[in-house]
């Protein structure tokens, strides 16, 4: 009984780690890319004339012994870099991955300084240190009795 368990445990690893089918394939490389109508929807997402084309284009490529990345550069060569959902981590696409990085960076540095700079200086040296001319200074007492009065 135990190496009939055995057995049928190992079957089910098997069957778990067995290659995707086909349609799941497809509609991975469905999200990958972007449909050419509008280019604004994953294919899988969108509803089109021409996604339908593609998601039997990308099924008949599949049942012809087509790997993924095949299919991939055969669509990139048709219609460019802008057919891919995510950009590729090469060129200018990678700026799209590191800018973010650096942008927050340089705001967390740039914050991080104000704090510092806005520790370092006393309340008092925000105040003006010379004393106002004695022309202002007489005006400012005469409107501050009047405001009282």
């Known amino acids: 009984m ?34 050419p109508c ?37 669509y990139v060569a048709q219609y460019g870099q802008a057919i891919l959902a995510k950009p590729s981590y090469q060129g200018f696409n990678l700026l799209a991955y590191i800018l973010p990085g650096v942008f927050l960076l340089a705001l967390g540095g740039g914050l991080g300084w104000i704090v510092v700079k806005g520790r370092q200086r006393p309340a008092a040296a925000l105040l003006p240190q010379e004393p106002l001319p004695s022309a202002y200074a007489a005006q400012l007492s005469q409107e501050l009795k009047e405001m009282e009065e």
């Open 2 to 35: 135990k190496a009939m368990t055995g057995v049928l445990l190992l079957l089910l690893m098997v069957g778990a780690a067995a290659p995707a089918t086909l349609e799941e394939k497809a509609r991975e490389l469905e999200r990958q890319l972007i449909a």
């Open 38 to 74: 509008c280019w604004r929807q994953p294919v899988a997402d969108h509803l089109s004339a021409e996604s339908d084309r593609l998601r039997g284009e990308i099924r008949a490529l599949l049942g012809e012994g087509k790997t993924q990345e095949e299919i991939l550069d055969f």
